[in-house]
């Protein structure tokens, strides 16, 4: 049978190796000058490839959808991910938060390493062109039409001398990726093709994203702005009501906060309203409140004849030492602060709060959430259940996850699962 691929991300690859495994002819068609332009940044350029997690604790970590995952994650698991590399030399390493990296700490290893096994399963990659239309003849997939194109940023209607090429095929996978960092080619233009079809896409949303602040809080942001935290427990509360708890980095910015438990937040609020949504920042948390006002004593006790402002170099960073004095409002010495005063202290370090208001725009998100409908889709083989021969694979279905591999994950099992079927 011949198999066409549509984007030669992750999903892409994985859908085109399984597929060529089952004896089909396989091409993959890419409007990027090459395949895996977006794997080659995630993890900050060193690809966390995916979570050292038992697979059944996946869809724990999947807020989007995840039940729909589970014939997929049964197919391709993560160690089938990890044994695919290891054939083709890569090793890899396993960090904090179960997180797996390959040793080179470089994200473009894992590419190279996918596009040498299509090329040992004898792919075909066509990069630099466009498909701009699935061929469908009575509710079934016939080909494709695409069109070359030598610069990659061109849209699809900006040369009339542009050839069309159609190109025949017995099954299409869809594997365009969603709306995220569109220069890596993932610009929405496959939600597009799908609608065309039939296929109903859910409301596009940034997931994976930095937070933007409030009112004030944007000044304490921006007078913070760079300062990276390390160890801090992160609460996200609406309407006074936690609704999210995270442990680890991050990271003040000109418009709000950012860093990893910022973005995996961020998963857990894209679904849900934004009105009255807080963060708060557990400074000290390996010390409870008594614990951390007993520390506090103790430095106030060496630091007595020192003005407040200049007492809290052993307990903050330096950046933040003026917001804090400016949010307790004192302007004395140490030795006449009241014990009220200092019971106030170990409330902002333990519970320092910043409203939020939104997000920062898809195109600087990790990924998308929303895409097809999975009503549309049959979680057992990923095709659709309205065109005969279409199959989706990767971040154009309306699932995701939190930080941590768990996308990719989800990128290699449901590209495995279409190619398979």
Avoid: W
Avoid at 170 to 181: H, P
Avoid at 352 to 366: M, S
């Amino acid at each position: 049978m011949k198999v066409v691929i549509i984007g030669g991300g992750p999903a892409g690859m994985l859908s085109a190796i399984s597929a060529s495994q089952e004896g089909n002819e396989v091409t993959i068609i890419e409007k990027m000058n090459q395949l895996g332009k977006k794997l080659c940044i995630t993890g900050k350029g060193r690809c966390n490839i995916t979570s050292s997690l038992p697979i059944e604790d996946f869809i724990k970590n999947i807020p989007g959808n995840g039940k729909f995952l589970y014939s997929a994650f049964k197919n391709f698991t993560n160690q089938d991910i990890l044994k695919l590399l290891k054939e083709e030399g890569i090793q890899t390493k396993e960090e904090r938060g179960n997180r797996i990296f390959p040793v080179s700490d470089r994200a473009s290893d894992v590419r190279d390493a996918l596009i040498k096994r299509l090329k040992k399963e004898n792919v075909k990659i066509i990069t630099n062109a466009r498909v701009v239309d699935i061929i469908v003849k009575e509710n079934t997939v016939q080909g494709v039409i695409y069109k070359t194109n030598s610069n990659s940023n061109k849209n699809a209607n900006s040369s009339k001398n542009e050839q069309k090429i159609e190109l025949k095929a017995d099954k299409v996978i869809l594997a365009t990726g969603g709306k995220s960092y569109p220069l890596t080619g993932s610009n929405g233009d496959g939600y597009n093709l799908a609608k065309k079809l039939g296929h109903t896409v859910t409301e596009i949303m940034p997931s994976l994203v930095a937070l933007v602040a409030k009112d004030e809080d944007i000044d304490v942001c921006q007078n913070l702005q760079g300062l990276s935290l390390k160890n801090v427990g992160l609460k996200v509360y609406r309407d006074n009501k936690m609704i999210y708890e995270d442990f680890g980095e991050m990271l003040f910015t000109h418009f709000g906060v950012s860093g990893p438990i910022i973005l995996s937040s961020s998963a857990h609020l894209v679904r849900n309203s934004m009105e009255n949504v807080q963060i708060s920042i557990d400074l000290k948390p390996a010390l409870d409140e008594n614990k951390l006002d007993e520390r506090i004593l103790r430095d106030f006790n060496t630091e007595k004849n020192k003005e407040f402002k200049n007492s809290l170099n052993q307990l903050l960073p330096q950046k933040m030492i003026p917001v804090i004095v400016d949010k307790m409002g004192i302007n004395k010495k140490v030795n006449e602060i009241t014990k009220e005063e200092r019971r106030k202290l170990v409330k902002i370090l333990k519970d320092f709060r910043i409203k939020i208001k939104g997000f920062r725009p898809v195109e600087e998100a990790i990924v998308t959430a929303g895409g097809i409908n999975i009503k549309e889709i049959n979680p057992k083989t990923m095709e659709s259940k309205i065109v005969k021969g279409l199959y989706f694979a990767g971040e154009i279905i309306d699932v995701d996850a939190y930080t941590g591999g768990f996308n990719l994950q989800i990128a290699y099992s449901t590209g495995f699962t279409a190619g398979l079927n």
